[in-house]
């Protein structure tokens, strides 16, 4: 007699963590996460969602102790935990609004940029989501800053709207590519979340954009000699975008993903994406983390922190995982 096989086992989903909390900006970043990645259209979601709130420690939020302090605390903590409950009941009625469910809400107490590393850690998280405040680089020094992940669109001029559309146009994701481990980590990262074969109606149309830097920029100097020199330049930075975009190809291709724009732009990697964005209208920028210490970036310039600040849409920073011993 024939026995009929088990069922096979759901696969466990990937982990989003939402950091949130009482700004405008935290709000939007929310709704952006699901408008994009929680829609109507596609019920079976990509992730499970967890949403975080941070809720400063009573000391911290008040900032001194000595004779008093332990009087005004408990009315600090009691302020603090009312602002939690808010924070989780709007969170709560965004979800609702955007019939997203299965969502989980959580407060932890402690400084924010800890809270939520932590969070990542507890729930074994692929992806990190929080608001970007926008802060100066005074500011920013003074104040910390959170991981730069998501930036709401500068406002732009509106056209009118035809009664009746031809159809939806997907949003762009543009994707940074060059020829480093880290940057490939980030494109296969988003293939394997974004477009996978399950998912066949893809959320995204995906440009690839590698910028190409100027033979004069890429030696670095000028004066008798250089004009021999930058044609052989020129030739080797053809050669490496070339490669570039042969690999994005391959990658792409490997993973079944069809329809993608490659494209090489000539300039500063960081003027170039940001260029992309608004040549493509693009919804979310995705760059890769070097991983650069603070003198290092200092000296040679961050990709992904400039276009956080820069870039006129969500900016999505993706960070390949450091190997555990």
């Known amino acids: 007699m024939a026995t009929t096989p088990p069922p096979p086992l759901p696969v466990e989903k990937p982990v989003m963590v939402v950091g949130i909390d009482d700004s405008e900006r935290s709000i939007y970043a929310l709704e952006w996460i699901l408008d994009h990645f929680f829609t109507p259209n596609a019920p079976n979601f990509l992730f499970n969602l967890f949403i975080v709130h941070a809720k400063p420690s009573p000391t911290s939020a008040i900032g001194f102790a000595g004779p008093g302090a332990a009087e005004v605390l408990p009315y600090v903590e009691a302020d603090l935990k009312k602002i939690a409950a808010r924070v989780i009941e709007k969170a709560k009625e965004i979800c609702l609004s955007k019939s997203v ?97 399950n998912a066949p109606n893809f959320l995204f149309n995906l440009f690839i954009v590698h910028a190409k830097p ?65 040549k493509h209208h693009a919804s979310i920028l995705v760059v890769g983390s070097h991983g650069y210490g603070a003198i290092k970036r200092a000296v040679l310039g961050s990709v992904s922190d400039y276009c956080a600040h820069h870039a006129h849409c969500s900016v999505m920073i993706v960070k390949k995982p450091r190997i555990k011993h």
């Open 101 to 197: 469910t299965g969502v989980v809400l959580e407060v932890m107490e402690g400084d924010a940029r800890n809270v939520l590393c932590e969070a990542v850690e507890k729930h074994h998280a692929s992806i990190l989501v929080v608001g970007n405040h926008g802060y100066g680089a005074i500011k920013r020094a003074f104040l910390g800053s959170r991981k730069k992940f998501l930036r709401p669109p500068s406002k732009m001029a509106t056209t009118a709207t035809p009664v009746t559309p031809l159809a939806v146009e997907k949003p762009v994701m543009v994707v940074g590519i060059d020829d480093s481990e880290q940057s490939i980590y980030a494109l296969e990262w988003i293939l394997d979340h974004f477009f996978t074969p």
């Open 214 to 278: 100027s033979p004069t920029s890429a030696i670095g100097l000028a004066g008798p000699g250089a004009a021999d020199v930058l044609p052989y330049v020129e030739a080797d930075l053809k050669k490496i975008a070339a490669r570039v975009i042969e690999k994005a190809k391959e990658i792409c291709f490997s993973k079944s993903v069809t329809g993608v724009v490659l494209e090489v732009m000539e300039g500063d990697a960081r003027n170039v994406l940001c260029e992309a964005v608004e």
